[in-house]
């Protein structure tokens, strides 16, 4: 994977702090650029046979597409549901100065 494509990664979690402080430590961690949190997401799905309706808080993370994968395995290990809704999408385009911020913001 190129270090300088860009994806937004997104990932839910019933518990808005928990979603938080997550965020900010794979900024810490250089992992993500920044994570916009939107609370209120209502979720609609479907879950070991029944129909579920949650409130959750979701996370689009921008990042770097090679560093996915270091993503995914945070939440493999602290995501408090057995399997997290982590989905990364690339990004098209992005302003310059933008694309070049998230570049130099992730390691």
């Excluded at 494509?5 to 979690?13: F, G, T």
């Excluded at 070991?48 to 808080?57: F, K, N």
């Excluded at 995501?79 to 997290?84: I, N, S, V």
């Amino acid at each position: 994977m190129a270090s300088d494509q860009l994806v937004d990664v997104s990932i839910s979690a019933d518990d808005a702090d928990w979603l938080a402080e997550f965020t900010r430590r794979l900024v810490e961690d250089k992992l993500a650029a920044c994570g916009n949190l939107i609370p209120g997401v209502r979720s609609v799905y479907r879950w070991e046979g029944a129909i579920q309706d949650d409130q959750q808080t979701l996370v689009i993370l921008h990042t770097r597409a090679d560093l996915v994968p270091a993503i995914i395995e945070r939440a493999n290990i602290d995501h408090p549901d057995t399997t997290p809704q982590v989905l990364a999408v690339p990004v098209l385009d992005a302003h310059p100065g933008y694309r070049q911020w998230v570049i130099d913001s992730t390691s």
